[in-house]
Structure formats: C-alpha cells, structure tokens
C-alpha cells in the first residue's frame, strides 16, 4: 500500500497560530523559525514572539523567566539543540517545575544531510530521565494539535517531539493524546505487536502492511506518550501477544524500546522483544531515507526482526 504522507513539522506554526488568541502563550526561537515553522505564529503576533539568536541556553531561561511570570511559553527547535545543547537550563526548569513547553522537530535522523551533529538520537533518553517532565510523540497533525492542547492545559513542563520527516495520513479512528495513555490503532490478532512512537509511524506501516499480505497476525500500538508510558496496554500485550516489537526513530538506548524493556523487566515472564532503532552509533549525513535505511528503520528490517522475534 502507499500512503499519503505529511510532515508534522510544516504545521507546527499554524498550530499555535490557532491558539495565539491565549494571551499567556509565547513562542520562543533560536534563528530557527522558519525551518520549523513558527515564524508563522511571530508574524500573527509579534509581540509574544522572542527571537533569541543561536543562544539555546539562553532561549530556555528566557523561557522559564515567563512561565514564573504566568505565561505559557513554547520553545521550538530542533530536538538536539533543544535538549542536548540547553539540558542543564531544561533540567533546572523541571526542577522548578516550570510551565514551560519544548516543541522539538528534525527527531532522530529526520535532519539527515546535517549529520551527527545534528541528528537527535538520544532526546528521548534525555528527556525521559528528567523528573516532573511529560513527554509526547505525536504520530500525526490532528495528534500534533491534541498535544499542544494538551500541554496548554496541563501545569508544568511538556516535550513534544514532532517529525520533520513525513508520517502517514491514516483513515483510522484514534483516541485523543492523553498523558499515560497508547492507541491500538489495529488489532488483527496475537502473533506480534508492532510499537512505534510517532516519527516511525510511517516504517511501522509499511512493515504491517506487508506481514499482513504474508498471514502474520498483528497488532499494531501508537504510543503517542513515552512518559509516562502505558503500562495497562503493555500488561494486556504480555498475557496475550507472541513477540513485541518496538520502531523508533531513535536510539534503542533509553527511548521507546528502553521504555517497553523497563515495563517488561517487571514481569517474571514475557514475551520476546525486538528493539528496532539506531544502535550505539553515531550515524552518518545523507538523505533522510538513505540514512534511516543504513541504520535500520526501514521496512524490510522490521519485517526481519518481526519473523526473528517468532523464530
């Protein structure tokens, strides 16, 4: 099957352009705007929209210093400048349990031609250790949309992680992002289930379209918040699924396989798991599909891993 397909990050600005009539709500840039789309929320409301120049550190203080002043501040930039770069500013945010929110895009290897240096294959492992801190992967615009609401409601400090690569448009009944919560968005039975974060949603498909043709019966898990995780829908998974699978477009240290491992670990019996996503490497520059090909989130290895997992 071929999808359509849409890149979250190109609607990022329009989002929160939908809600700029919340006078609280601040975007904050680091001379990113337009790679990420929220010069279109500076141009609607220029004056709750903070140009901070290349100066990360300083755009996450700026940040905090708004929230303690009853704001709702948003930081968009890319993922690994927006934790990597600024970690010790988020972390003490969290400390204070500031109401600030992290929108992050180009997430694992989707700023391909950039490199290692700019490919964020470790922000969820480095959010996901962080107390007090949410963590949302929306896996579609309307998911998108649902998590900045979210986040505007909630009190206290949300990451969200947006794809700057493409997802797909998937005529499929989901249930709205709710912190804790996953979505089964395909039940077909107990051989495998197939989890993926959002920015992998693409490669999962892919991948299930093709076990289907070949009689595996799958199920197929969106798990739109990494943390917390859902761990209702994973006990249901261990007492009833042959293998899990989880894809991600990240390390498998420490982000959603991680997650799924720790939850596993607490049961004295499971099923097999297969952890697909960046090994402990530093991958390389090239096209988007290119380098999530060579580091192996790509359909063909997930359907290995998945006939692995049942062998």
Same mark, same amino acid.
């Given at each position: ?16 352009? @939908?809600?700029?009539?919340? @006078? ?30 290349? *100066? ?14 009853? +704001?709702? $501040?948003?930081?968009? #930039? ?28 180009? $997430?694992?290897?989707? &700023?391909? /031609? ?6 964020? #294959? ?6 996901? *250790?962080?107390?007090?801190? +949410?963590?949302?992967? $929306? ?12 986040? %505007? ?16 448009? =998937?005529?499929?009944?989901?249930? +709205?992002? @709710?912190?804790?919560?996953? &979505?089964?968005?395909?039940? &077909? ?19 299930? @379209? ?8 799958? +199920?197929?898990? #969106?798990?739109?918040?990494?943390? /917390? ?34 939850? =596993?670990?607490?049961? *004295?019996?499971? $099923? ?7 090994? &402990? ?15 192996? =989130?790509?359909?063909?290895?997930? %359907? ?5 997992? =049942?062998?």
């Amino acid at each position: 099957m071929v999808f359509q397909t849409v890149s979250p990050r190109d609607k990022i600005g329009e989002i929160l352009c @939908e809600f700029g009539d919340n @006078e609280r709500i601040y975007v904050i840039d680091s001379d990113l705007a337009k790679s990420t789309t929220s010069a279109k929320f500076g141009q609607m409301y220029p004056n709750r929209f903070v140009e901070c120049g290349i *100066s990360e550190q300083s755009a996450v203080s700026i940040a905090t210093g708004l929230a303690i002043e009853n +704001k709702i $501040p948003f930081y968009v #930039n890319f993922a690994i400048l927006a934790t990597g770069t600024a970690w010790t500013q988020l972390r003490q945010a969290c400390y204070s349990n500031a109401n600030i929110k992290i929108i992050a895009t180009h $997430p694992g290897m989707d &700023d391909g /031609p950039d490199g290692a240096s700019h490919h964020a #294959n470790e922000d969820l492992a480095l959010t996901r *250790s962080i107390p007090n801190l +949410k963590v949302l992967v $929306p896996s579609s615009i309307e998911e998108l949309k649902e998590a900045i609401a979210l986040a %505007i409601d909630y009190e206290g400090p949300v990451y969200i992680r947006a794809a700057r690569d493409v997802v797909p448009v =998937l005529d499929i009944k989901h249930n +709205k992002v @709710e912190f804790g919560k996953s &979505d089964m968005i395909i039940d &077909d039975g107990n051989d495998l289930a197939l989890i993926y974060e959002g920015t992998a949603a693409l490669c999962a498909m892919e991948a299930y @379209e093709e076990l289907k043709n070949q009689d595996y019966k799958c +199920k197929v898990i #969106n798990i739109s918040s990494i943390k /917390p995780i859902d761990t209702e829908m994973i006990d249901m998974l261990v007492n009833s699924v042959k293998g899990i699978v989880t894809i991600e477009n990240h390390s498998i240290i420490g982000g959603l396989g991680g997650a799924v491992s720790e939850v =596993l670990a607490t049961y *004295s019996k499971h $099923p097999k798991l297969r952890r697909i996503g960046v090994e &402990d490497v530093f991958t390389e520059s090239g096209k988007i599909s290119d380098v999530k090909k060579k580091y192996g =989130l790509n359909t063909e290895n997930v %359907i290995n891993k998945c006939k692995e997992t =049942l062998a």
